[in-house]
């Protein structure tokens, strides 16, 4: 993957807007188990409008696509440009980075995001062929290489894939297989203040040895909780946001696009 640095906001305490698994299909009527993921999206980002984020950037961490399919890029590209607004972005494992990287071309691709005086690295946690994470050597070449460079401010790494376990063992079994080589290289910096994933489609906070992790839920379909086997609850799309302050805290919360009125189908064997 590309290595590329983009300032994005120089706002003193800045907002981050973290959106993942939008599972945009071939076509803008395509459907995911009942909900339209376009629609879905549409949304979400009307609800982040409404609630006073509309000018934060947007951060949206894999499965863009569900099929990997160019028009899934084609279409998104052309909804965020119209709505003016501030992407940075990195694959899932239904993506396909070359796809994105041509069809998202008003968005190019940003290693490290600056948010005022904190920085997002973002890292590829996808692998071909498999739903399950691994960070390449390049990746992990990448983590040590920027992080070097950020030393003097408060780091977020964001990444698709969870490290831990979050309590569904179907989905536990997606979890990047080589965490640790990751987990060593980020505890030998002591401005990492958080990690950032998706793929599992639903809230989760808790601890990845000492860092604090976060997942997000879906903006399109949720996964029920705590469950051994797939399934899909009723909850409505979401996204996660963050005020970070220049001290190097923060705070996050989830919220909900309570006002979309479609419903999933809860009773889908797959997706």
């Known amino acids: 993957m590309d290595f590329q640095w983009l300032k994005a906001s120089f706002m003193v305490n800045p907002k981050l807007i973290h959106i993942t698994d939008l599972h945009f299909g071939v076509s803008a009527d395509s459907v995911l188990a009942g909900i339209n993921p376009l629609d879905s999206f549409n949304a979400v980002l009307d609800a982040i409008d409404e609630n006073g984020f509309g000018e934060e950037l947007l951060l949206l961490s894999g499965d863009l696509s569900g099929v990997a399919h160019r028009n899934s890029y084609k279409m998104l590209n052309g909804l965020l440009k119209n709505r003016n607004k501030q992407v940075a972005w990195l694959p899932g494992n239904h993506d396909r980075f070359s796809l994105m990287k041509k069809y998202l071309d008003n968005f190019p691709f940003q290693r ?42 408060p780091v977020l790494i964001s990444m698709h894939h969870c490290p831990i376990p979050i309590g569904s063992s179907w989905l536990d079994e997606h979890k990047i297989d080589n965490a640790e080589d990751l987990y060593n290289i980020l505890t030998r910096h002591e401005n990492i203040k958080g990690v950032i994933t998706g793929h599992v489609h639903q809230n989760f906070e808790g601890l990845w040895g000492k860092l604090p992790l976060y997942t997000t839920p879906s903006s399109c379909i949720q996964f029920k909780q705590g469950s051994d086997i797939f399934g899909i609850s009723s909850e409505p799309p979401g996204y996660r946001w963050f005020d970070l302050n220049v001290n190097g805290n923060f705070t996050t919360g989830v919220a909900f696009a309570s006002e979309f009125n479609q419903l999933p189908n809860v009773n889908s064997s797959s997706y």
């Not at 948010?115 to 973002?122: D, E, I, K, R, T």
């Not at 399950?132 to 401010?153: T, V």
């Open 112 to 153: 490290v995001t600056d948010l005022g005086n904190w920085a997002v690295l973002s890292l590829d946690s996808s692998q071909l062929g498999t739903p399950a994470g691994h960070l390449s050597g390049e990746e992990l070449l990448c983590a040590e290489r920027f992080l070097s460079n950020l030393r003097d401010r």
